[in-house]
């Protein structure tokens, strides 16, 4: 491997390659930039990743007129690309994205990733973004990467050799660093009660923002905690130092914390460099349902945009607009239901910042479903919890009800009559 100018690196990509971009933290903006410059020499470049952070500036001009990105999610920094048609999403299950790669129904010309520098041995790993990484930079005909000593070394199956790589750059720059979210008096409320359906043993799997820190700052009094998750936050490191999290009732690596990505402060990067408590894997392997559902009391823990009255869960949209992605959402509501005393819960405040109802009588026209009723158990809100599960349509209809906001329950009832005539 040599370490390369980053122009000579993004001069491996040609016109007309599918180009893999690593995400989250470890997206690695110094190549992003490299290729983008080379937009008035290249055209129909077709840019697929997930979640990144920084500027995507291949989805604004002039760069979008040589870069078509095809996400499979959607979070700010492409939002408005996606929906002006300037790129496109991919609903597709997080578990799932490697098979794009892997059955090469998107096969990857080029995998552009950002690893920690090799061992004694050559060994780089992929650092706090295993996820779909890995599938990529198996599958792609050339990886190029940016070797950062900020980069965690982290444990697990996320390692690649630096003869695998074809080329790289040096650059020595922090990673990207999400703030731990201020938890509001609504949010502390729901916190609250989804910590109540948390049991002793549990295997949890949350995602980032507010919602869960309220969840995780009401869990120091339970025991022997476990974590199996997607993401791994922050919130979680005062449960570890505590004594809380054990993971020793997980059945599946039993007394590690399994987990595909990580986003948050540099003392959570800290954390898990080198550290062999925490296992970070692909998400095929994390997100799979057959191996969540092994472990005991699987508690997953979910937000949506709004839930109709009969169950409905839409998380991705809001009405026709493109806002994130389908993710790891049912993933995890389905591991948790067929887990042994598992809870798929969604918590959600009861109405948005401009005071419309999140329960509402039907989805918004143009709304995707990411979540049918079919899979929704218990949906919490700061006024209480309700579960759906084995409730026929009346009985669902009236549930959610109770936990909607005051102001909107007169409405809502008189939607359910009006649909159900009961």
Known sequence: MNIVSKEEAVGNVKSGDRVFIQGAAMTPNALIDALCDRYLELKDVEIISIHTEGDAKYT???????????????????????NRSLGDYIPIFLSEIHLLFRQEILPLDVAIVQVSPPDVHGYCTL??????????????????????????????????????????????????????????????????????????????????????????NNLEKHKHLGIHTEMFTDGILPLIESGVVTA?????????????FAVGSRKLYDFVDDNPLVHFKEAAYTNDTAITRKNPKVTAINSAQEIDLTGQICADTIGNRQFSGVGGQMDFIRGASLSKGGKPIFAMPS????????????????????????????????????????????????????????????????????????
């Open 127 to 216: 650092g706090v973004s295993v996820d779909v990484a890995l599938p990529a930079i198996e599958t792609a005909k050339k990886v190029i990467a940016q070797i950062n000593p900020f980069v965690p070394r982290t444990h697990g199956d996320g390692i690649i050799h630096i003869k695998d790589i074809d080329c790289a750059i040096a650059v020595e720059s922090p990673i990207h660093i999400h703030g731990v979210t201020e938890v509001s008096p609504v949010e502390a409320e729901i916190g609250k009660h989804v910590a109540a359906l948390i049991e002793d043993g549990a295997t949890l799997q949350m995602g980032i923002g507010s919602i869960p820190n309220a969840v995780l």
């Open 60 to 82: 604004v001009e002039p760069y979008s007129q040589s870069f078509k990105m095809n996400s499979c999610f959607v979070v700010r920094n492409v939002r408005s690309a996606v």
């Open 351 to 422: 109405v948005t910042a401009k005071g419309i109802s999140k329960i509402t009588p039907y989805l918004k026209q143009g709304a995707g479903v990411t979540t049918t009723r079919a899979h929704v158990h218990y949906v919490v809100t700061e006024y209480g919890t309700t579960n759906l599960f084995g409730k026929n349509l009346k009985e669902r209809a009236k549930s959610p009800i109770a936990i909607a906001h005051p102001d909107h329950r007169e409405e809502l009832e008189r939607a359910a009559y009006e649909r159900f005539r009961s």
């Open 248 to 260: 020793e009732k997980k059945k599946v690596k039993t007394g590690k914390i399994v987990t595909c």
